[in-house]
């Protein structure tokens, strides 16, 4: 079993909800041999620097998150892909500590799987940029005003990616024009959504 690391020990420590479950996927997974770290403020398990897992806390169920959970065989029918935009990440939800202790073994196999599929230097093929849908009002809106199009083109593909998703998301095209409207000057200034 690898090593607790103390850095990591504050988020089990502040935990008010599942505390018991976080503690038991945190031994099952530091059993399988995985190193500890802190990132984006929760427990994440690397082999050899490369992120396999990442505990989740939420408030209906708590989670492990497997990075490339989509390239993963699942027997069990287990692994979750949060929504239809996530294209790597799969979790296995938890209600209770007692679930998760009788998915144990079940649960030390997909992370064992999970660190083959990184030593095998397996990817997920991520759609691109291209291979999204861009709205009609923002293409028609990029052909009135070629500077807004020049300045898209620029952004980097997860920009890009991050607009065209944020402007397909309505059914209504009014609220659709008004995403766009709203980004115009952030675009035209190179920056992305959330800049």
């Known amino acids: 079993m690898n090593e607790m690391n103390p850095k990591v020990d504050f ?3 502040k935990a008010q909800k599942w505390r ?10 530091l059993a399988c041999g995985l190193a500890e770290e802190l990132k984006w403020g929760k427990p994440c398990y690397s082999s050899k620097k490369s992120n396999i897992v990442i505990i989740q806390g939420f408030k209906e169920y708590c989670a492990l998150l497997f ?14 892909q949060q929504t239809e935009n996530v294209q790597s990440g ?17 649960l030390k196999a997909y992370i064992e799987e999970a660190i083959e599929v990184e030593k095998a ?10 291979d999204f849908a861009i709205p009609e009002e923002f293409q028609n809106k990029m052909d009135e005003i070629p500077a807004l199009k020049t300045a898209f083109d620029a952004l980097t593909p997860g920009r890009q990616r991050a607009y065209l998703f944020y402007f397909s998301q309505p059914k209504q095209s009014k609220t659709r024009m008004s995403r766009i409207e709203k980004s115009l000057r952030h675009i035209i200034d190179g920056k992305g959504l959330n800049d």
């Open 67 to 80: 990075f490339k959970g989509a390239l993963l065989n699942d027997p069990n029918s287990i692994l979750i």
């Open 90 to 106: 799969r979790q296995i939800r938890f209600t209770s500590a007692q679930v998760i202790v009788e998915m144990e073994p079940v």
């Open 11 to 13: 988020f089990f420590d």
């Open 121 to 130: 230097g397996m990817k997920v093929d991520l759609k691109k940029t291209e």
């Open 20 to 29: 018991e479950e976080f503690e038991i996927l945190r031994n099952i997974v």
